[in-house]
């Protein structure tokens, strides 16, 4: 059980960092990355 | 022709892969239409490796993330969105979204159950060449797109040149449906037509050789086995130390041992091959190995049977 409180602390940098990430634009970059086909990953680029 | 090993409740396992396979891309029209989804949610990663350019795809891969992140307008960039992301699944769920929620994990686990000549759980070097899949995240997927892009592209060098997800789930269903893309395929989609072939080929042989020796995703969900939320636990006083858990393993390993290994990918099999329900998923990584309880039971036993 007390490994699972290092876990939940884990966790709660994940969201931290989500958050920063999503205020600094990141999301979007991830969003316009995504929409596009990526030629790289199909063999392609 | 050898076959792997059935334990009961694969089944149950296998309904929930095809579930969450079929969740990620779940606008099958795509494929018909050879073009890639541009919904909003694909801002939003999802935990297992799913190429964001598979048509059907409605999230984003939280590996080519990461490595799109690692640097932006040709600038070293901090990926705390993609990173966050990581650290989230893994802090939760750990290897359990190689396991369960992994599409790629998925199509390895079926191409396992292909009667073939041989069925190797283990060989000479297997251990070392585990390793692999730490060098492919620390230098594919961060400091060759960080330091080797150009000015303006950031190359995920992972997903060029091994990711077999995305030739699998991306490239064949576009380049099929596409005939415009289909004419660009050149040197670099044969390559990866290679790498997957053997991918697969090496999964009729061995239990997912992608998660052991080169995924960078089960490198990185990997480190949080020992701490993520849900996980696997040992108890040592229903344990006999039969081996029927590690008989089982797709992994290769000894979950008695080593029930928090990084290596561990939650499958659960362990735990339902188990006939004395010593291994269980539940809240925390734990061994009860409490000599004094495990002592009380036996002097319980022992008074009982007098």
Same mark, same amino acid.
């Given at each position: 059980?007390?490994?699972?409180?290092?876990?939940?602390?884990?966790?709660?940098?994940?969201?931290?960092?989500?958050?920063?990430?999503?205020?600094?634009?990141?999301?979007?970059?991830?969003?316009?990355?995504?929409?596009?086909?990526?030629?790289?990953?199909?063999?392609?680029? | 022709?050898?076959?792997?090993?059935?334990?009961?409740?694969?089944?149950?396992?296998?309904?929930?892969?095809?579930?969450?396979?079929?969740?990620?891309?779940?606008?099958?029209?795509?494929?018909?239409?050879?073009?890639?989804?541009?919904?909003?949610?694909?801002?939003?990663?999802?935990?297992?490796?799913?190429?964001?350019?598979?048509?059907?795809?409605?999230?984003?891969?939280?590996?080519?993330?990461?490595?799109?992140?690692?640097?932006?307008?040709?600038?070293?960039?901090?990926?705390?969105?993609?990173?966050?992301?990581?650290?989230?699944?893994?802090?939760?769920?750990?290897?359990?979204?190689?396991?369960?929620?992994?599409?790629?994990?998925?199509?390895?686990?079926?191409?396992?159950?292909?009667?073939?000549?041989?069925?190797?759980?283990? @060989?000479?070097?297997?251990?070392?060449?585990?390793?692999?899949?730490?060098?492919?995240?620390?230098?594919?997927?961060?400091?060759?797109?960080?330091?080797?892009?150009?000015?303006?592209?950031?190359?995920? @060098? @992972?997903?060029?040149?091994?990711?077999?997800?995305?030739?699998?789930?991306?490239?064949?269903?576009?380049?099929?449906?596409?005939?415009?893309?289909?004419?660009?395929?050149?040197?670099?989609?044969?390559?990866?037509?290679?790498?997957?072939?053997?991918?697969?080929?090496?999964?009729?042989?061995?239990?997912?050789?992608?998660?052991?020796?080169?995924?960078?995703?089960?490198?990185?969900?990997?480190?949080?086995?020992?701490?993520?939320?849900?996980?696997?636990?040992?108890?040592?006083?229903?344990?006999?130390?039969?081996?029927?858990?590690?008989?089982?393993?797709?992994?290769?390993?000894?979950?008695?041992?080593?029930?928090?290994?990084?290596?561990?990918?939650?499958?659960?099999?362990?735990?339902?091959?188990?006939?004395?329900?010593?291994?269980?998923?539940?809240?925390?990584?734990?061994?009860?190995?409490?000599?004094?309880?495990?002592?009380?039971?036996?002097?319980?036993?022992?008074?009982?049977?007098?």
């Amino acid at each position: 059980m007390k490994r699972a409180y290092f876990g939940i602390a884990a966790g709660v940098i994940g969201l931290v960092l989500i958050a920063y990430g999503v205020l600094s634009g990141q999301a979007g970059l991830v969003l316009q990355k995504a929409i596009r086909v990526c030629l790289e990953c199909v063999g392609l680029g | 022709m050898a076959k792997e090993k059935r334990v009961k409740g694969d089944g149950k396992r296998h309904a929930i892969q095809a579930a969450v396979t079929l969740a990620y891309n779940f606008k099958l029209w795509n494929f018909l239409s050879g073009s890639i989804s541009q919904g909003k949610t694909k801002s939003i990663c999802v935990p297992g490796l799913n190429c964001y350019s598979c048509p059907g795809a409605v999230g984003a891969c939280p590996m080519g993330a990461l490595q799109n992140t690692v640097r932006n307008g040709g600038r070293i960039s901090f990926p705390y969105y993609a990173l966050g992301m990581l650290i989230l699944f893994g802090a939760v769920l750990g290897r359990l979204i190689c396991g369960f929620l992994c599409p790629f994990g998925f199509v390895q686990d079926l191409l396992y159950k292909i009667p073939f000549f041989k069925k190797l759980r283990s @060989f000479r070097g297997d251990r070392a060449l585990r390793w692999i899949k730490y060098a492919v995240l620390l230098l594919l997927c961060i400091l060759f797109p960080m330091f080797l892009s150009g000015d303006w592209v950031t190359v995920p @060098f @992972f997903c060029k040149y091994i990711c077999p997800s995305g030739m699998l789930f991306g490239a064949i269903p576009l380049t099929l449906a596409n005939p415009a893309l289909a004419s660009q395929a050149g040197g670099l989609f044969w390559w990866k037509i290679a790498v997957l072939a053997v991918i697969v080929l090496l999964s009729l042989l061995i239990s997912r050789p992608f998660c052991r020796y080169l995924c960078p995703l089960g490198a990185f969900y990997g480190l949080f086995n020992r701490i993520a939320i849900v996980n696997l636990q040992h108890s040592e006083d229903k344990c006999t130390h039969c081996g029927a858990c590690e008989a089982v393993c797709p992994m290769g390993i000894d979950p008695v041992k080593d029930y928090a290994s990084t290596e561990c990918i939650r499958c659960t099999r362990c735990a339902r091959a188990c006939p004395h329900g010593a291994l269980h998923l539940g809240i925390g990584a734990q061994k009860n190995s409490d000599k004094k309880q495990a002592a009380a039971n036996r002097r319980k036993a022992g008074r009982k049977n007098k």
